[in-house]
Structure formats: structure tokens, C-alpha cells
């Protein structure tokens, strides 16, 4: 949303307002409304038992509760948010006044501290972290290199992959110097295999830190109250759990020893802090770094 809104702002100028914005969103954002519209590599278009349901609402309502939300309010990204929220909900039928909290899922450590901070200073943070060696693989392949396959050629693909590789790295490393930049009480941190040994204590953890009830829901996957199997670009079988390879230890087989020690020597505090097992480093003294 909010690399939009920047845009929107930019190419709209004087020109800009709630009824030419809510066209922009419904025309780039159209997934929201139909999630086989603009398809990506979510699965949001393979859902519920037989992985061929969807999640679809009435354009004309969600709209309509757009237009009556935002009229006569001042245009800021905080504002649209919201209300994009609340119109979506209202379309769907849910009843507003018992909901405790609004979950926005984002994955650029960036937009944390360029936008959500601005206009939510008061949020609370819940992150997640995974053992990075075996992260790097995974998302290495599956969620750069498989997508760019998907999207170009093999030569175009082969092009990106050193640039994918760095910029991964910079991804991680960026990534862990958000959560410091807040007050602690607002932040929860999960490491990802928790959740695949001990759902139940992460989820109760977790609901207690938002102020939420431990509601059946939370013990199962889903998105939008049908059943979540994963996507195919990540390349095995559909999967109604947390992912076993996140415990799997077959990045040991993967990585270089090189990259080993590389990783280890970048993320040395990361592997500690976590609780995570470190292998070709044991200390990172001058030796080590020298070396590094």
C-alpha cells in the first residue's frame, strides 16, 4: 500500500482525491476485492479443503463503504489505511465492534520505520526470525530466483541471481536493526521453528501480547476462515501445517563452506541472541574477524 500511496501522491498532485484514490486502489490492489485477480505467490486463490476455493467481495459494497468512510476527511496515507480496513470488513459482513485489533502483514523491514511508525506510533510489533543459513536458501530459490524464472527468460534469470544473492543479505542484516529501534514492551519477537514445536505456547504467548482471546482460529491455518496450503512456487506438496523444512537442518548440505562461515561471522549476535546453534564459529574474536 504505502509505496502506492507515495506514488499516488507524486503522479496525481492537485488532482488527487478520495474518489480518483479509491479508483487507483481497487484498479493496483485488486487482489483485495478478488484474490484471483492479480495473482501472486500467496495461494490465496487455492484455498479451503478441495485448494480451489477464494476469497472474493462485492466491489460496489466495498467501495460504497469507502466513499461513506472517507467523506469529508482530510487524504492521509493513516486515514486510507484504516478505512480500507474497515470497508473490507464491513463487506464481508463482520461485525466491527468486537474486534481488538487490525493485523497489517508486511514484509519490507522499511516501510516499518519510513511509514507504519509515522503514522502508528503506538503499534505493537510482532516479528518473526528463522535460523538465517537455512532462511537464505529457501528464499534464495523460492522466493527470487523461482519468481523471476516464472517471469523471464533463463538468461534474465541467471542475470539477477548476484544481485539477489546481495541484496537477501542486506535484507537479513537491515532487518534486524528494526526491532531495536522501538521500545521493547511494544515488540514481540518468534523464532519461526517454535512454532512448529510448540504452536500452542507461541499462540498463547502471542495472544496475550496483543490483548486478544486464544480463540480456536489461532490453532489453525487459515486465511479469511478457509484453509491455507501454501503456493506452489515453493515446489512440494500442499501443506495445512507450518512447514517442516523450517526445522529441517538440509541447508548443512547446501551451503558452501565458505558461505558457512560468511554467515555465521555476519550474523554471529542474530544466531546467538536466538538461540541458535553456532558450528564453524565459536567466538568472533580478532582471528575470526580478520579472517571474516
Known amino acids: 500500500f504505502y509505496p502506492h500511496w507515495e506514488q499516488w501522491k507524486s503522479e496525481m498532485g492537485d488532482a488527487r482525491d478520495w474518489e ?14 478478488d484474490t484471483r485477480r492479480i495473482p501472486g505467490f500467496d495461494g490465496l486463490a487455492r484455498l479451503g479443503e478441495t485448494q480451489d476455493d477464494y476469497i472474493a467481495i462485492d466491489e460496489g459494497l466495498f467501495r460504497a463503504y469507502l466513499t461513506h468512510l472517507l467523506e469529508d476527511e ?20 463482520e461485525d ?6 487490525l493485523v497489517y502483514h508486511v514484509h519490507v523491514h522499511e516501510y516499518v520505520r519510513d511509514f507504519l511508525a509515522r503514522d502508528f506510533p503506538d503499534m505493537q510489533i510482532l516479528a518473526t526470525v528463522r535460523d538465517p543459513r537455512s532462511n537464505f536458501t529457501g528464499r534464495y530459490n523460492s522466493s527470487e530466483l523461482d519468481v523471476d524464472a516464472f517471469r523471464y527468460d533463463a538468461t534474465d534469470a541467471t542475470i539477477f541471481r548476484r544481485r539477489v544473492y546481495f541484496f537477501i543479505m542486506r535484507y537479513f542484516y537491515e532487518t ?17 521453528e517454535a512454532l512448529y514445536y510448540h504452536p500452542e505456547k507461541v499462540m498463547r504467548a ?22 491455507w496450503w501454501g503456493d506452489p512456487i515453493y515446489k512440494m506438496p500442499p501443506i495445512n501445517a507450518v512447514n517442516p523444512r523450517v526445522v529441517t537442518l538440509d541447508w548443512q548440505k547446501k551451503l558452501s563452506a565458505l558461505d558457512w562461515f560468511v554467515f555465521e561471522g555476519l550474523f554471529f ?11 564453524k564459529i565459536r567466538r568472533l574474536g580478532v582471528p575470526q574477524i580478520v579472517l571474516l
Open 176 to 192: 534486524m536493526e528494526i526491532a531495536g529501534e522501538f521500545p521493547p514492551e511494544r515488540v514481540r519477537t518468534v523464532r519461526h
Open 74 to 93: 482530510p487524504l492521509a496515507g493513516r486515514t486510507f489505511l484504516l478505512a480500507i480496513h474497515y470497508a473490507y470488513a464491513f463487506a464481508r459482513g
Open 96 to 101: 466491527l465492534s468486537v474486534k481488538k485489533a
Open 20 to 33: 480518483t484514490l479509491i479508483d487507483a486502489f481497487c484498479n493496483q490492489h485488486a487482489s483485495v476485492i
Open 269 to 279: 549476535e542474530y544466531i546467538r541472541t536466538y538461540g541458535y546453534e553456532l558450528f
Open 206 to 227: 502471542t495472544a496475550a501480547f496483543l490483548g486478544i482471546d486464544l480463540l480456536p482460529c489461532l490453532m489453525r491455518i487459515t486465511f479469511g476462515e478457509k484453509s
